[in-house]
């Protein structure tokens, strides 16, 4: 914990010139053009498999409420399958950014 708030201490004292060459570079390194062109790995996790696996450890009773929520739309379906997302944007180039999408998640739906 101490090395993951020494790093924000240190982003703080960036100027916003340093912050914006930083993701300037990072960008150049990182195009979003790297993500258009998206393969599966051929030994990926089968989806269905990842959201039965969480299943087992859920109350039963609520999975069928979570589906249904998940059915709603494409965002909510996302929301709630957040492991599949994980193992499918794992083998996708990263810029070493990390990010706090809960938030940014909790915002929209409330949009």
Known sequence: MAAATDGRRAAARRTVAQR????????AE????????FQPR?????????LERQCRTRV????????????????AFYRGAAAIMASASSSLAASGFSTMTCLLARAARMA
Do not use: N, Q, T
Request: glycine letters at 8%.
């Open 20 to 27: 914006a060459a930083r993701g300037k570079a990072a960008r």
């Open 30 to 37: 990182v195009p979003r053009s790297s993500h258009a062109g």
């Open 42 to 50: 051929a030994w990926r996790p089968d989806p269905v498999k990842v």
């Open 60 to 75: 039963p009773e609520l999975v069928p409420i979570r589906y249904g929520r998940m059915l709603s739309s494409p965002f």
